[in-house]
């Protein structure tokens, strides 16, 4: 699973399975990115908003992996929406880092989280900066793609309309029970890569018995049902994981889910509960 990749508008190559490290301090973040990348990871993903690149950048340089074999991607606060804000806090994520480049910069979300899909407060102008300010990074050298995450369409329009340099991915909340579809097709008509952030719908699904007796036609886990299913959607998949046999299981993913059987995991009852994480916006959809 670690050699396949899909391929980006400018010819940049991301790996289908990355880690995700949110919710991860420096010192688990240095750790965890060291074990992944002994058993084969090649793709980590941060943000300035988790607060641990510092020790996501120790976990790459003590790897013992050359930088050009990663592909590591960072994203800008979602409060930042100035140009100046911006490029100064490019300059310290790769700081942090300890790196030179980062493979991919990604605008983390349209609004503050404070915001987060209040109708009233779009910030299509803002992001117009904000892209402005990622569009330079990309011609400097600081970074080798340039994205989103959180976009709906009309947010992705708004930035299409004036662009430079179009964005090459969207990372969005995509997991089985969860799957937006028009948004999904609008981006890949568009070029832009799609990636599932929390794939395994952050464990709320690991007790459902539909999904279950899938998983056991095809004798394997939950959450190799979860990542597979993405994947077949022709997203990119990155599930966070600091215990050494979840990253493994993760990676396992040489089956093919037929084709009546993605069907009905893409009508599995919408999820109402993510538990103890419910209240963080991405989640609560407000």
């Keep these: 699973m670690f ?47 988790y607060l641990n690149e510092k020790g996501v950048g120790e976990g790459i340089r003590s790897s013992g992996v050359s930088r050009e074999e990663l592909f590591i991607t960072t994203k800008v606060v979602a409060e930042a929406k100035t140009y100046n804000d911006v490029a100064i806090s490019i300059d310290q994520s790769l700081e942090k880092l300890g790196l030179d480049y980062v493979d991919l910069l990604i605008i983390h979300s349209p609004q503050p989280w404070n915001e987060f899909r209040a109708e009233q407060s779009r910030y299509f102008e803002e992001n117009k900066l904000v892209w402005k300010a990622m569009e330079d990074a990309y ?93 077949q959607l022709g997203l990119v998949v990155i599930p966070k994981a600091a215990n050494l046999d979840h990253m493994k299981n993760n990676s396992e993913l040489d089956f093919v889910i037929s084709d009546a059987d993605m069907e009905t995991l893409k009508n599995i009852t919408p999820i109402q509960d993510y538990g103890e994480h419910g209240f963080f916006p991405v989640f609560a959809g407000k």
């Design 139 to 231: 011609k400097a050298g600081k970074v080798k793609a340039i994205g989103l995450s959180n976009f709906l369409q009309d947010d992705i329009e708004n930035i299409l309309a004036t662009c430079e340099i179009k964005p090459m991915v969207n990372q969005i909340l995509a997991h089985v029970s969860n799957t937006p579809e028009e948004l999904i097709n609008f981006c890949q008509s568009r070029e832009i890569v799609v990636e599932a952030y929390s794939p395994i719908a952050h464990g709320a699904v690991l007790n459902n018995e539909v999904i279950q007796s899938i998983a056991d036609r095809y004798n394997v886990s939950i959450a190799q049902i979860c990542l597979r299913y993405d994947i």
């Design 3 to 49: 050699n396949e990749m899909y391929e980006l508008q400018n010819g940049v190559k991301i790996p289908k399975l990355g880690l995700g490290t949110w919710m991860m301090d420096d010192a688990q973040a240095t750790q965890t990115i060291r074990d992944a990348i002994s058993i084969g990871y090649r793709h980590i993903d941060t943000a300035q908003a």
